[in-house]
């Protein structure tokens, strides 16, 4: 499910006694505050809170229910500490049963609630911020598709260019003849490069359109050398949120992610 219509799905929710813990935790291995693993302290300080407010309250239901989801989700973060992300939000209920739990890429601030519904502020921010949106990555041997939110990659697809010429591995140096545009006997070859590729970024560019609709992508940017860049995003049906003029080449995803979104 997406996060938008998980976010919907949150917002609707609502029980008559309090009922949901909502959980924000700062688990960035960046950050001075979360050195050795610090994020461990502040879960079980925090839950530990609520828990010593429902024990004076005296609601024995609701500490059982409390309890119960208490240790899931310490148990939830502790499975995952290895893939710890910047941040972990989790909402969890158990009658009606809750869970939704997101690691993402982006700054958390740790906070706990027990309320009555899902506390979503912090993270309709986040969705705003870095919304479930399609990055675009072209060359000249392939369309790298990220599928993202939060500042996450959720999904990635590479699609292969292949020429239609035989002799693409023979010739080392087409693409430099491509990009400088030379004359001389590699013209016609490089014509019929250039057609092929026009017609594979045609071809992609009604994939990234169904991907959209389909994924709910809320923004579409590309992202490459100039030529390719600028060449792609002329055939997409609607105009792309973003289209930044930057060879990302083998970069990982994380650092795609933040300077698109830098760029906007």
């Known amino acids: 499910m997406r996060i938008s219509e998980e976010l919907k799905k949150l917002k609707a929710f609502h029980c008559d006694d309090r009922c949901v813990l ?21 879960l079980k300080s925090g839950l530990k809170r609520i828990d010593e407010y429902l024990v004076a309250s005296g609601d024995e239901k609701e500490l059982t229910a409390f309890r119960s989801l208490k240790d899931r989700v310490m148990k939830e973060i502790e499975d995952k500490q290895n893939d710890l992300a910047k941040g972990a939000i989790i909402f969890a209920a158990a009658d009606p049963e809750i869970w939704s739990v997101h690691y993402v890429q982006v700054a958390v601030k740790t906070s706990f609630h027990w309320e009555n519904q899902a506390m979503t502020n912090e993270l309709e921010y986040m969705l705003q911020a870095y919304p479930e949106a399609g990055i675009i990555l072209p060359s000249y041997s392939n369309v790298r598709i990220l599928d993202t939110a939060m500042g996450r990659v959720h999904d990635e697809t590479v699609y292969e260019f292949d020429s239609g010429l035989d002799v693409w591995k023979e010739q ?7 990009q400088r545009g030379v004359g001389g006997h590699t013209d016609g070859f490089d014509l019929r490069l250039k057609e092929n590729l026009d017609r594979f970024y045609k071809d992609m560019g009604a994939v990234v359109g169904n991907m959209k609709k389909k994924r709910g992508w809320k923004e579409v940017h590309v992202a490459g050398e100039a030529e390719l860049a600028k060449s792609f995003s002329s055939i997409l049906r609607e105009k792309p949120e973003s289209c930044i003029h930057k060879n990302f080449g083998k970069s990982n995803n994380n650092h795609v992610i933040q300077k698109i979104f830098e760029s906007r």
């Open 22 to 42: 909502s959980v924000y935790l700062n688990t960035n291995p960046a950050d001075p505050d979360q050195q050795q693993a610090a994020w461990r302290i502040h």
């Open 172 to 178: 080392k140096d087409i693409k430099s003849s491509i």
